[in-house]
């Protein structure tokens, strides 16, 4: 067998098994996006910073099936299945694409949308309603208080209503005597949560996007391995052809 159709093979082969395995680290990373999002989507008001994730997880569905195609035509040479696993690859690059350049654009307006959307929760912040609870379970899970930082309380309705006092889930530690009183610092967590939450959602997506395009890179490679062979196939059957006439 011609070494170059050999290696084809073997990358090709190697690509639908990875295919397999990507589409499950895929489908993984996707569902750990929403999740990530779900948890603070009082504070993230635009949708549109889930449609990369959406996108993640079917291209995972898509990849689970061609997975097989792509290693069937490639042990048949069969050059229709081969050129059709060339388009789906050429296709699930495309969408890997497009959903690193939302990510990047998203990326670049996420700290407005936090600010304003923080800013409004604080100012609604009343102990009990739906806003109060995810006010309260930022602040305990990034261990943070306010939007800058925990000053910025002093302008809401609670901190005037409350004898100038932030919430206690401010506190490093609610066991502790903290009141949530401003001139008890040693005892707030002082940093702001538009900070901490902005970076959160930068590594989620830094560490998704380094996934999707080491996956792009080893597509190029799969597309050029799918011309190695259709060509080399294409002129043996030629010289085949030619020598029995």
Known sequence: MDCGILTSKSVLLLLSLIFWAAGAVLAYIGAYVI???SNFDSFIQDRYALVPAVIIIAVSVVMFVFGLVGCCSTIRESKIGLS???VIILVIFA???AALTFGFIYQGKISGDLERSMTDALAKYDGQG??????DYL???LQCCGVKNYTSWSNTTW????NNTVPL???KNITTACTGRLDQPALLNVEGCEAKLKNLIESVWGYAMLVILGFAIIKLFGMLSVCVITCKTGSRRSGYQS???
């Open 84 to 86: 059709f696993f060339c």
């Open 243 to 245: 020598l029995h006439a």
């Open 139 to 141: 602040q305990n899970q």
């Open 35 to 37: 999740r990530s999002y």
């Open 95 to 97: 969408a890997e694409v």
């Open 159 to 162: 901190f005037t209503s409350h």
């Open 130 to 135: 739906t806003e109060t609870k995810s006010v």
């Open 169 to 171: 889930s401010c506190c």
